[in-house]
């Protein structure tokens, strides 16, 4: 079992950024992809980001590639997504996810792990 806690959402301007964390714990982490995905209201769970635990490679949605960053702290078993040039599109609520799949992917099915999700929320 994994267990994922998110943190760092809130109210932000257009144009602000903000930081999620997601602390896991439970079994090992080196053969995990740790995801975040994302939920508008009215609309479907869509991939955001996702890292590799094992060598660090990451791959992003098209639509926050160049904005967001997702990285990793081993030391603190914590994966953050660092979200910049926020638009109100990306207001919803973020889930931290994990996986022993690998490659991970980017399709909600093919996680088993989730947390309960942080709520973004990007003001015009």
């Known amino acids: 079992q994994v267990q994922l806690v998110e943190s760092g959402g809130g109210l932000v301007q257009a144009g602000g950024s903000l930081r999620l964390s997601c602390a896991a714990s439970g079994r090992t982490f080196s053969s995990l992809t740790m995801a975040w995905f994302r939920q508008a209201p009215g609309k479907e769970r869509e991939f955001v980001a996702a890292?590799?635990?094992?060598?660090?490679?990451?791959y992003y949605a098209n639509s926050v590639k160049g904005r967001f960053t997702i990285s990793r702290d081993n030391a603190k078993n914590t994966v953050y997504l660092q979200m910049n040039s926020l638009k109100p599109e990306d207001t919803a609520v973020y889930y931290c996810?994990?996986?022993?799949?690998?490659?991970?992917?980017?399709?909600?099915?093919?996680?088993?792990?989730w947390g309960q999700g942080t709520q973004v929320t990007v003001s015009s």
């Open positions: 890292i590799r635990w094992s060598d660090n490679i990451s």
């Open positions: 996810a994990a996986t022993y799949l690998s490659p991970g992917g980017a399709s909600p099915s093919q996680y088993a792990y």
